[in-house]
């Protein structure tokens, strides 16, 4: 049985159909039936929702609008439901708060891993040191670089170990609990063994989603100094909340390449699409042959239109 057409929208484009007019969403959903297209639900559409400011009847009203087309939704994963935006109240007030402030958490180690990745900086090394000292403290980093080497190395060894503590932590039990001795034996010269120890902890469907992640935040991310601001601790909240907003955008690419074999289109903002769509460097989407895959479109009948003209 053939699959049916699915489109991987955009968090606005749900938004704008949960704002329209009755007579303007149902025009869309009306004519997206006919088309036989299935959207697509996933932890970061369903997670920028929730986090909006709430309003219980604008929710139901997405909910219900939702539920109208004719082709149940792609889930990328199968707990994820469209009744969970009808939670509201305090439990969603909390729910909201601790998701924010997990975004903000991630949108800052996001923005050390990209800045690690780049070439040095002039600009903000100075800074970015000042700002990583509380964080080699805590871990038994040495600040001081200058004083024994033996020492050193042991201080190095042990911080690095306290950091694979913490990692094994958060891994699957099955993974969790890989004996950590190996990193005792690991000479602190050569980091491509390192990574290679790493790379048999978490195995390869891990480490490959998390490559991919990478290349996908370097992409979007490649022409801009946001991510030295936010390392640094010299972002005020609206940079953070828009390098917050272009990590989620890499989140739904990387899901995108997770299902490509389900998902025929993804829609993305302008700015993203610029990216995506430039000579040099090369976006990740691109690299994967998914670029041709994206579309722009700013309102619901632009998007209709759209879909229209790329299902053919």
Known sequence: MERPFTVYFDTSFYIQLCNADDATADDIIKTLNALQVRHVL???ILIELITRTTVPHRDATLVDRVAAFSIPPYRTNEIWEWFYLLVSGKEREEAATKLKQLDDEMTRAASWGLVARRQGNNKWDAELLEAARPTLREYGFPVDFSGDDGQAVAAWRAAAKNIIEKIKQVLPAELGAKSLDWIDNIALDDPQALLDQLRDLLGPEIYNEVEAQHKLQD?????????FRVAAGSADAKVRGRLANTLRDTKRMLEFIQHDAEIDLMQV???QWEIINQTTPV?????MGLAGRCFLASSLVDTVKRVSELKR
């Open 219 to 227: 992409s979007a991310t490649s022409s801009e100094d946001r991510p």
């Open 283 to 287: 976006h990740y989407l691109a690299e």
């Open 42 to 44: 996933s932890e970061t």
């Open 269 to 271: 903002d302008r700015a």
